[in-house]
């Protein structure tokens, strides 16, 4: 059975940090991009940041783009989430996802594998 966990997630100022970690298992995902979505009340999901399976590539939405940092570590089968200078509207659920390949992210294509959720709540 995949699982993907969530966790690290909580109530911060603007302006500061958290870390969000995934952990991943029930699957070998070393051959899946992973990555972070979000949501927010009243708002649809979208796409945060992705790692490429072999960690070289990431990509991140604009919204992340200088702030954000997408990690893994395969021999512990996690992947990371570095939020720096955080924002009230980045307040939201934070979710963990997986699928083969990079071509979800590219192609902007739902993965198949899913977290509960993490609550990032960012106060001004």
């Known amino acids: 059975q995949v699982q993907l966990v969530e966790s690290g997630g909580g109530l911060v100022q603007a302006g500061g940090s958290l870390r969000l970690s995934c952990a991943a298992s029930?699957?070998?995902?070393?051959?899946?991009?992973m990555g972070w979505f979000r949501q927010a009340p009243g708002k649809e999901r979208e796409f945060v940041a992705a790692v490429s399976w072999s960690g070289t590539k990431t990509y991140y939405a604009d919204s992340a783009k200088g702030r954000f940092t997408v990690s893994r570590d395969d021999a512990k089968n996690m992947v990371y989430l570095q939020m720096n200078s955080l924002k009230p509207e980045d307040t939201a659920v934070y979710y963990c996802a997986a699928d083969y390949g990079s071509a979800w992210v590219l192609r902007g294509v739902t993965p198949k594998y899913w977290g509960q959720g993490t609550q990032v709540t960012v106060s001004s």
């Open positions: 029930g699957r070998t995902f070393s051959s899946d991009a």
